[in-house]
């Protein structure tokens, strides 16, 4: 989907001569969740891989992916970080847990634990219509309504893409991730886990500060992922 571009996107993607690729053009800027949710309409297979436009798919992504959508109906991976905003290292790997399906719910409502640019998933596994509700956490909406839904997810330890960290993305904006947690259909998603995880007489802050304990309590590895690198740490990598 060629979102209204203003530079020569348009010129490159008719000059890829491959008959698996079909281009659509939008005279006016659509969004990217609307963008999505064509792209998604159009599909004609079964399974929807998702990579945003300033990262990379590793040459396995897609068949550990397909292999694995054999018994999930969502997968995900770590990813290698790299960017601008890491000074001192090229790369910097994820924090290399697996999340497994019977842990992925717990992990979902204490917040959001994969990265876009890595799912895979399957078309029939979308709950609702429009797949991607127009938010800044559209994604992490999408998973809350599959996983309230009964879809089985799991995220790899095994990288599956690079991810690049820059000042441009939209996950760096002021007041990005306060905009997503007010989002009003996330938090009746969230609501709607925090029953089905029988977190009942609890406010949805406290049900998510438990579920966040439950998760991180399982390991070292959980607990530097939940409440982050130590600041000591970002100082050494120079981390912003």
């Known amino acids: 989907m060629n979102d209204n571009s203003s530079d020569q996107t348009g010129l490159v993607l008719r000059g890829i001569r491959d008959r698996r690729l079909?281009?659509?053009e939008s005279s006016v800027t659509l969004g990217r969740s609307e963008a999505r949710n064509r792209l998604i309409s159009e599909s004609k297979g079964e399974l929807i891989a998702i990579l945003d436009a300033d990262d990379f798919s590793l040459p396995w992504r897609f068949e550990l992916g397909r292999r694995a959508l054999n018994h999930y109906?969502?997968?995900f991976s770590t990813a290698l970080v790299f960017g601008s905003a890491l000074k001192l290292l090229p790369f910097l790997p994820q924090i290399p847990r697996a999340i497994h399906s019977n842990l992925f719910a717990q992990e979902l409502l204490g917040r959001n634990p994969v990265v876009h640019s890595t799912a895979i998933y399957r078309k029939s596994a979308i709950p609702s219509s429009p797949p991607y509700r127009d938010s800044e956490a559209e994604e992490y909406d999408l998973?809350?309504?599959m996983i309230n839904a009964g879809c089985l997810m799991r995220r790899f330890r095994f990288p599956w893409?690079?991810?690049?960290?820059h000042e441009g993305q939209a996950s760096r904006a002021p007041g990005f991730n306060k905009r997503g947690e007010e989002c009003p259909?996330?938090?009746g998603e969230q609501e709607k886990l925090a029953s089905h995880l029988q977190l009942t007489g609890l406010?949805?802050?406290e049900a998510k500060a438990q579920a966040r304990s439950q998760t991180?309590?399982?390991?070292l590895l959980a607990r530097i992922e939940i409440r982050g690198l130590p600041e000591r740490v970002k100082?050494?990598?120079?981390?912003s």
């Open 22 to 24: 079909r281009i659509f």
């Open 73 to 75: 109906d969502a997968v």
């Open 143 to 145: 998973w809350l309504r």
């Open 161 to 165: 893409v690079l991810y690049r960290l």
């Open 185 to 187: 259909f996330v938090i």
């Open 203 to 205: 406010s949805l802050d």
């Open 216 to 219: 991180s309590s399982r390991s």
């Open 235 to 239: 100082r050494l990598l120079r981390i």
